[in-house]
């Protein structure tokens, strides 16, 4: 038979009453199947788990909707169809534990566990009515418990009211001695009295008036830094961070929510923390320290928006008992029906004998029904073992932890949590790569088109290599990103345009200027410069003898770092790591660029066009150089600054790099492209629009989201770099993929007007206890 008349005869079959169980069966099978892979996704593949939920989750929610109205309209009564029923529900429950599921979703599980009681009463097993009520009663109770701590942390002054606090204790109207710019040391954190845990409202006075009273147990930072306990030095993370840096992570976290929601700080407290990151960037260890704590604090900002840490940990210790006993029950429980409803298959002759018989009667007699029961119940106890190690190992419960540590010093807290591991589930940042010039020839595998997919990513088939970096190239990332923030003026509200750099200033600004003064917008300037590096490291191949003649999928990069030394090899990671990490932002995630997402994508599909017409006859990286610099050629032109960025896209990356090749050396080439593409992004990062960073932490951590936090602390808001390029934009036409020029002003404006935000009016009164409970 062929497969035609396969599919065709399961079809006909599919629709038939004696095929019912058959097609139940195969649903089971399937949603069982789909919800490990969205188990698996979130252990080892979070960055697309939430892509995955949002595309499948509606899918496998109607499929299960539809299973259940199967089972309890099906001829045949089958005593498992409640039970499976039950599992899925409890499935689909677990599986969006760690996320902030709303209450509506939660109300729709309820609904759904009517149902699966009303199928029990009528087509369920006395066999096991014990184990079954009792799991169903556990789920019913767990759906209404997410509700209720749900509400709990939106009304809680440390989570859901944290900026509102924040902004009456540390805003203008606040108490001066806790902002005292003049007093506050960053080495010691005197004068930090920055809130980091222990706030309760003890009394409501009015609709609009709160007062927080007895803070005995308020916790701040300097309170912290005061603890002398060797504890609280322990490492938490590769980076060496240790719990004071963990604490101080959180508090800044709580500073960002403010610059997210709204809350408007008084000016002092800018100053207080741009002191305290300027300090940290002029240590030695500020590419580890500094942003280890960066890291941690856009993480801890990340779960309270997007995770359940915040409803998990809405009263602190307390609340994490209660959930991780419910987890546990829940646990117990689901065992319990599991024996019970294996049980029912084993003969009484078989039972008689021992547990040992009935398990290797089981494991021989294992039928399809078992299988399925086997397997659904299996991935939930699994996912609620995991589910109580993340909460339990989660940064969150060390930070409470360490917070009542500070406070009581309990011994318990001492020897049973502060000294649990720490990096349970600790992920590195990851820096996506996107080679331009590589797609037109290479193929893309059906993993990463499924990936790209699930990401909504209409540029799916540009995307050939994403991986996070090794150690090597991490340290140099982020030891040239200080770099360029030490030479940088962190001073007022917006970063300046020019390039601050002190052993290539001269060749480096030729070049800065050039490309700003014709190419207008940020995507087209990524787009130049993506460009000429990418030609500048084929050169570079070249004259370390690699072939070029075919068009290769490569894991890294053309020239192998490890063939380089010294500051050349250096500055070849650094150029190249931040070239594709800034085209794969404007490929996959232009929303997060300092202009509009029209802009962004329209420049990329116009260079995509203009290289798909220009590079149609080229199957090599060679073909691919050739072709380029002979454009160039054509296209160069000498301008007022000696060089010209005349014609399309392509034309003007390849003069760019025709420039660099024949007038720089290579070492100095590529510390001219290292410094370019660090000063490139960390302009990029202050300028993005901040809530769709905080949109896009569902996905991920990405680099720039950590570098726009430090912006944030220290009270830079945009970079006058694009707001020059704004104002341009109103003289010039949309750049299209055609041989015309630019023509725009490098004038900057002076001054640059912006008002914050207005924060929720409310009014609270805060009164800090600046010696009680300390720890000494």
Known sequence: MSPGALIANFLIKWNLESYVLLRIRVIMGILTILYLMFFFSSLFFTRIYRSMVNFLDPVADATLVYIMGAMQAAPLNNQLFPVWALILVGLRSSIHGRSSSGMFFELRNVLKLLVVAYMNLTRGSKLWRFPFWFFWGLLVLQCFYKILVRHIASKSLWNGRSSELLQEYMGANGNKSNFNPEI??????????????????????????LKVEDLKSLVTLDKIWRCDSALLLTSINMQGNNMKDMALAFALSRLLRCRLEGATLHEATVSMTRKLISKMILSDSADKV????????????????????????????????????????????????????????????????????????SLHSFGYDSGITAAAMYIVMIDEIFRMLGYFLSRWAKLIAMCNFVNFRNRWLKYVIVNTPARYGERTIVIHQHAFLQTFSSSISGWKIFSCILERNQNARMVWSEGKMNDSMAKNVKAAVIQALRSMDLEGHFLSRDLP???????????????????????????????????????????????????????????????LTGELQKAYTVSNCLSRYCMYLLASKPKLLPETILMSKKAFQDAVQ??????????????????????????????????????????????????????????CRWEILSDVWVHLLVHIAPSSDAAALAEDLKSGVEFLTVIWA??????????????????????????????????????????VSSSPPAARSSEIHVEASPTSGECS
């Open 184 to 209: 506050c040391n960053p080495e010691t954190m005197e004068g930090y009295k920055y809130l980091v845990y222990g706030e309760l409202q003890k009394s409501r006075k009015s609709a609009h008036i």
């Open 501 to 563: 750099l002190s052993r290539v200033s001269d060749r480096a600004e030729r070049y800065w200027l050039a490309c700003l003064a014709e190419v207008p917008t940020c995507s087209r300037v990524i787009l130049v410069w993506h460009i000429a590096t990418s030609l500048c490291e084929i050169k570079l191949a070249n004259d370390h003898k690699i072939n070029l003649t075919t068009m290769s999928r490569l894991s890294s990069f053309l020239v192998d770092e490890k063939a």
């Open 710 to 751: 430090l912006f944030c602390h220290c009270g830079i808001e945009k970079s006058k770099l694009w707001q020059q390029q704004k104002s341009a934009n109103f003289r010039n036409s949309t750049p299209g993929p055609s041989n015309q020029s630019s023509d725009v002003s490098t004038h900057v404006q002076d001054t």
């Open 610 to 667: 203009c290289a798909h017409e220009m590079l149609s006859d080229c199957h090599s990286w060679q073909s691919i150089y050739n072709k380029l610099m002979k454009e160039a050629q054509k296209a160069l032109v000498q301008g007022t600054h000696g060089l010209n960025l005349s014609g399309n896209i392509l034309q003007q990356g390849a003069i760019l790099a025709n420039e660099l090749i024949k007038k720089e050396d290579q070492k």
């Open 290 to 361: 500094l942003f280890g704590i960066l890291e941690l604090d856009v993480r801890f900002l990340r779960d309270s928006l997007h995770s359940s840490y915040p409803m998990v940990f809405c009263r602190g210790l307390l609340s994490l008992f209660f959930t991780l006993l419910l987890s546990l029950v829940k646990f117990f429980m689901a065992t319990w029906l599991f024996v019970d409803v294996n049980m029912v298959h084993v003969p009484k002759s078989v039972r008689d004998r021992g547990p040992r018989a009935r398990f290797s009667y």
